[in-house]
């Protein structure tokens, strides 16, 4: 697939693989700087920043702020309609109720930050050690929602 004939790396000194390694990490963070004036990286959590205006801001805002009021209002009241309704007291409907409570959980939990970053445009506020708890959460939460659709599948 690739002809390496005629190159030849060798390697004599600890100092050669350092070099070579920090010139590639060099030529990495140049490319990310040239990026241009939209787009930048974050170093406190890693994602690739974005530059919205105002009017972009706003929509953006205003349409994650109604998906997620949305979705904790709609899994409320499923939770809501299985506990008080005797004849939605069933195991199958345990599994939606399960479901609902595991995407409550993003929707509560996750979104919200989520929403913030967008918002700033990629931007982590949140500081390093909180970014690392909201990931654990975001991968927790998302996957609990996941095996619940697997295990309701598996059900019906």
């Known amino acids: 697939m690739f002809n390496t004939s005629g190159i030849e790396l060798t390697f004599t000194k600890k100092e ?3 070099e070579v390694i920090n010139g590639s990490l060099q030529l990495l963070y140049d490319a990310f700087t040239t990026i241009g004036p ?4 974050n170093q406190s959590c890693g994602e690739q920043l974005q530059d919205f205006g105002r009017p972009e801001k ?6 994650l702020a109604i998906i997620t009021a949305v979705t904790v209002m709609g899994n409320t009241l499923v939770v809501i309609a299985v506990s008080v309704v005797k004849k939605l007291r069933q195991p199958s409907n345990y599994l939606l109720v399960s479901l609902a409570v595991a ?7 996750v ?4 929403i913030v ?4 445009g990629g931007k ?7 970014c690392n708890i909201f ?5 927790m939460c998302c996957t609990a929602s996941i095996m619940t659709l697997c295990v309701i599948s598996v059900d019906r």
């Open 16 to 18: 050669d693989i350092s």
């Open 38 to 41: 939209t787009a930048m990286w």
């Open 58 to 63: 706003i929509i953006i805002g205003v349409m």
């Open 103 to 109: 995407d409550l959980s993003v929707a509560i939990v």
């Open 111 to 114: 979104m919200p930050f989520v």
């Open 135 to 139: 990931i654990a959460m975001d991968v």
């Open 124 to 130: 982590w506020l949140f500081g390093e050690v909180f």
């Open 117 to 120: 970053t967008d918002l700033t």
